[in-house]
């Protein structure tokens, strides 16, 4: 890796591809000595792409955080189903419920890697950024 991949990668790439892009350079499956040398690959970036990179993890995290809204998604399902079990057979309304639901489950389960490397990342330059203040 070098520093033009990542100050491309964090300028560049969509929210998707910039959460893959960090799993793949800090994730889990790399090795300890991949992480350092990946972490002093950010130390060389500018400060410029150090706060443009903050500010995109923030967006990031906003973009997926499912806790704002979630409770009026429910809501509007119920409101859904109720609808439904007027007009279909209950046992279809229990598939549609059952459908749904796991598949906003699955979607959430999804995104949440991508919030998560999000935060990880965020703090990641939050820290290298204070390490290049200077003292006073």
């Not at 793949?24 to 350092?36: H, I």
């Not at 990031?60 to 439904?84: C, N, Q, R, V, W």
């Amino acid at each position: 890796m070098t520093v033009k991949k990542f100050k491309v990668a964090i300028m560049k790439k969509g929210n998707k591809d910039l959460g893959n892009f960090i799993y793949e350079n800090f994730g889990e499956k790399r090795s300890a000595n991949e992480k350092t040398n990946n972490l002093q690959i950010l130390k060389m970036l500018p400060n410029d792409v150090l706060i443009f990179g903050i500010a995109r993890m923030e967006q990031i995290e906003t973009d997926y955080d499912h806790s704002k809204y979630f409770p009026s998604l429910i809501a509007i399902l119920g409101i859904m189903f109720g609808i439904y079990k007027l007009v279909l057979n209950e046992y279809w309304v229990f598939y549609l419920g059952t459908g749904a639901s796991l598949f906003l489950l699955w979607s959430m389960k999804k995104e949440r890697r991508i919030r998560a490397g999000a935060v990880y990342f965020r703090s990641l330059l939050i820290q290298i950024k204070d390490l290049k203040k200077p003292l006073k």
